[in-house]
Antibody, heavy 121, light 107 residues
């Protein structure tokens, strides 16, 4: 059974930083590109970033480019989202989602339960 | 960026009804279109990919169609557990954009 579990969320001040982790199990980790998707309170879904199965390629939404960094440790079956220079508008639940293939454009299948990030003074 | 527009934004229906949600892309995306279901306080659940292919375990009362710019999600014989918010998403090109969502409510 595929399991994805996010951790590292919490309350942080504007301008601060946070690192989210997503621990994966139940599938061959390197065979899946991984994504982060966020949802602000009461709002819709917003794709944030993706990384290929090898970790060699990544993409970012314009709203986070230059502030967030996605990475993965294939020896630990974990994907990370380093979030720097956080703003109030980054407040959201952050979901980890796996793709059906190692490269991009293969469609999401499984999602984690999410981690709440609150940016406030 | 590719814009995804869903309609309607909200929809009321009864158990046993058939409903259709549409999604339009601002440019052609072939069949790189997915549908998700989300219930309050829960993570999204993947329903359909490649416009018409059901994810494992998704009931056959869910159906998807379309190609290019216009897509539909049809739910036949609505069940109580189907009342939720539905999102479409294009994964043709980065950024992977979502529609604004359709809230399906019980009439």
């Amino acid at each position: 059974e595929v399991q994805l579990l996010e951790s590292g969320g919490g309350l942080v001040q504007p301008g601060g930083y946070l690192r989210l982790s997503c621990a994966a199990s139940g599938f061959t980790f390197t065979s899946s590109a991984m994504n982060w998707v966020r949802q602000a309170p009461g709002k819709g879904l917003e794709w944030v970033s993706s990384i290929s199965g090898s970790g060699g390629s990544s993409n970012y939404a314009d709203s986070v480019k230059g502030r967030f960094t996605i990475s993965r440790d294939n020896s630990k079956n974990t994907v990370y989202l380093q979030m720097d220079s956080l703003r109030a508008e980054d407040t959201a639940t952050y979901y980890c989602a796996k793709e059906r293939g190692a490269n991009f454009r293969t469609a999401f299948d499984d999602w984690g339960p999410g981690a709440l990030v609150t940016v406030s003074s | 960026d590719i814009q995804m527009t869903q309609s309607p934004s909200s929809l009321s229906a009864s158990v046993g009804d058939t409903v259709t949600i549409t999604c339009r892309a601002s440019q052609g995306i072939s069949n790189y279109l997915a549908w998700f279901q989300q219930k309050p306080g829960k993570a999204p659940k993947s329903l359909i990919f490649a416009a018409a292919t059901l994810q494992n375990g998704v009931p056959s009362r869910f159906g998807g169609s379309g190609s290019g710019t216009d897509f539909t999600l049809t739910i036949f014989n609505l069940q109580p557990e189907d009342f939720a918010t539905y999102y479409c998403q294009q994964y043709y090109s980065s950024p992977y954009t979502f529609g604004q969502g359709t809230n399906l409510e019980i009439k």
